[in-house]
């Protein structure tokens, strides 16, 4: 079974600074998507990025970017220029290729310091 | 293009009774997931529905049930309800077909069991 984890519960950045976020999976599968969702205290669930297990070259969506690592099955979230927008829940998410099921981590709860 | 829309945002039910959520897809969007979220297990499949049919199922015990309809919008059936189904249960939908199919959340329904 695919499993996700997130071993960091809480993380703290001071504002405008960088923070990377860790996850890994496992799977045996060689066809599956990534995902980083945003929770704020609001409980909508943004999706924040995408990543391909396909593709060798890291996703980035303006001060968001991952270090996806196949082989070590390891996929981080780095925030730059960190917001207080940017505080948030964050859950990061496996999906199977020709499967609709997410399966998410625990998330980690992000707080930023201005 | 409207969002994915959940009703209601709330509800409060005793034990035994029985609940019914209503889940409303961005348009032309035909797959519909089912999260349940709650501070112990975390976020947790329940089912997907594509085109009326369910595609795809968690482990959840049958009290449980969801439909589709031919518009998509979608309905979680939750009978005899017991205390720890007290949660914030989410919404996604996605295209259904073709990948990433990336799937946006609604805002979520919050049951209450007393």
């Known amino acids: 079974a695919q499993t996700v984890t997130q071993s960091q519960p809480e993380m703290s950045v001071q504002e405008a600074e960088t923070v990377t976020l860790s996850c890994t999976y496992d799977?045996?599968?060689?066809?599956?998507?990534l995902f980083w969702y945003k929770q704020p205290p609001s409980r909508q669930m943004i999706l924040v990025i995408r990543?391909?297990?396909?593709?060798?070259q890291n996703a980035t969506e303006n001060r968001f970017s991952v270090n996806f690592q196949k082989a070590a099955k390891s996929f981080s979230l780095k925030i730059s220029d960190s917001q207080l927008g940017d505080a948030a829940m964050y859950f990061c998410?496996?999906?199977?290729?020709?499967?609709?099921?997410?399966?998410f981590g625990k998330g980690i709860t992000l707080s930023v310091r201005p | 293009k409207a969002g994915v829309t959940q009703t209601p945002r709330y509800l409060i039910k005793t034990r035994g009774q029985q609940v019914t959520l209503s889940c409303s897809p961005i348009?032309?969007?035909?797959?519909v997931s089912w999260y349940q979220q709650t501070p112990g297990q975390g976020l947790q499949f329940l089912f997907e529905y594509f085109s009326e049919t369910q595609r795809n199922k968690g482990n959840f015990p049958g009290r449980f049930s969801g439909r589709q309809f031919s518009n998509s919008r979608s309905e979680m059936n939750v009978s005899t309800l017991e205390l720890g189904d007290s949660a914030l249960y989410l919404c996604?939908?996605?295209?259904?077909?073709?990948?990433?199919?990336?799937?946006?959340f609604g805002p979520g329904t919050r049951l209450t069991v007393l």
């Open positions: 998410a496996y999906r199977a290729g020709a499967n609709s099921k997410l399966t």
């Open positions: 990543q391909e297990a396909y593709k060798q």
């Open positions: 348009s032309g969007h035909r797959s």
């Open positions: 996604a939908s996605s295209p259904g077909a073709g990948a990433p199919r990336e799937q946006f």
């Open positions: 799977t045996s599968e060689s066809d599956y998507y």
